[in-house]
């Protein structure tokens, strides 16, 4: 009779754990930097980083509080997948961020100053995003230039260019340094709500910018796994030359996953700023953490789209239950804190799926000693 496989061998079981230690492991190291700061209000700080919304006794609250959260989560998830993409195909997409600023560039540019619908503006962000991605994997493939170093470099180009633009008069609100609102000049450019809204305490900006994201991670899984397309574009990246010399469109190939990549970024940005969340700000001097936040999402994600998905939704589960701490005590930036412990451990996944299968391989081959009859035995 067959042995039963253990369901450790399952590689999506090890990554499970992996990720679940990466979490434990930050959050207890985050308890002993709160029990260091203050021991007498460390537990009560962790548990309301961990509760969130939960901490609200009234359920149209919570679910208020809940629809928030999504809404946040979605760019996060969107810029995961900007990430992992290029990862399964051999690129380090740091340059995420800069493809996220550049889907906001647009989105509210062309929401704003043209006066477009919503999904005219989705579409600019994407492009914007793609024009990005472009960039980095044309100098990559023309020039030789590392990803990672163009990446950094249109970062900062984007965040620069995205101020002096959104600092246009028309888009820029005059009494702050924040763009105008765009519930007040331009609603048809707000992403629709089909209703959504109803299931979370009438929270205005839940749209559905929220199944988009889910959607946008079934077809990026669906593309990588169940399409010779997808087949190519890893081909490309775990071998370079032999994707060459086995008739694939190499070049085309890598400028092809950078746009891509940068396309799902700039669509991030555009699921965030046309919900009328919130505005951006024009004066800011260092690029938003969501793209970079997005390499954490990725990897204690485990690499995957569905796993990216609970990744997304931890990760600002969290960082919007850091607001609950108390103030007078601890920073409200805790959450920050321990979400950038779980970030680093997030490093170590590789190392903890490597333990796991290392114990199994010495369970197994103790059990086949176990099982080895005895060499005396044999001879008699």
């Known amino acids: 009779m067959k042995k039963k496989q253990s369901i450790l061998r399952y590689e999506g079981v090890q990554t499970l754990l992996a990720s679940l230690l990466c979490i434990l492991g930050g959050l207890f190291i985050g308890f002993i930097v709160l029990l260091i700061i203050e021991p007498s209000g460390a537990w009560e700080a962790i548990t309301a980083v961990l509760k969130s919304y939960f901490r609200y006794s009234s359920a149209k609250l919570q679910l208020k509080y809940l629809g928030q959260t999504l809404t ?21 997409n740091i340059g995420a961020a800069g493809q996220y600023v550049a889907g906001a560039c647009a989105a509210l540019y062309v929401g704003i100053g043209l006066h477009m619908p919503w999904w005219v503006c989705l579409i600019a962000a994407m492009l914007a995003g793609a024009l990005m991605g472009a960039l980095s994997g044309a100098l990559k493939t023309f020039c030789n230039v590392n990803v990672v170093i163009s990446g950094i470099m249109l970062n900062w180009i984007a965040l ?27 609603p048809g450019a707000l992403i629709p709500q089909m209703g959504l809204n109803t299931f979370f305490g009438n929270e205005k900006s839940v749209t559905i910018a929220i199944p988009l994201a889910i959607i946008m991670a079934l077809v990026v899984w669906f593309i990588l796994n169940k399409t010779k ?66 390499i954490a999402v990725a990897f204690l994600g485990g690499l995957s789209p569905i796993g990216s998905i609970l990744a997304a939704y931890f990760i600002q589960h969290i960082t919007m239950g850091g607001g609950n701490v108390d103030l007078s005590v601890y920073c409200a930036q805790i959450s920050g804190l321990i979400s950038s412990l779980i970030i680093f451990l997030c490093a170590f996944v590789a190392f903890f799926k490597l333990a796991i299968q290392n114990h199994l391989r010495k369970r197994e081959e103790a059990a086949l000693l176990a099982a080895k009859p005895e060499k005396g035995g044999e001879d008699a």
């Open 160 to 186: 620069y260019v995205t101020n002096m633009t959104l600092s246009m008069e028309g888009i820029k609100n005059p009494m702050s340094p924040y763009t105008v609102q765009l519930r007040g000049v331009n």
């Open 72 to 92: 946040r989560t979605a760019p996060l998830l969107m810029c995961s997948l900007s990430v992992l993409f290029a990862y399964k195909v051999g690129m380090f």
């Open 229 to 294: 397309f997808g087949y190519e574009l890893k081909a490309t990246g775990y071998n370079f030359h032999a994707a060459k010399y086995s008739g694939m469109k190499e070049n085309r190939n890598i400028i092809l996953t950078m746009m891509i990549s940068g396309a799902l970024a700039g669509m991030g940005a555009a699921l965030l700023y046309l919900t009328g969340i919130e505005e951006w700000e024009t004066t800011i001097s260092s690029v938003p953490g969501m793209g970079f936040n997005g």
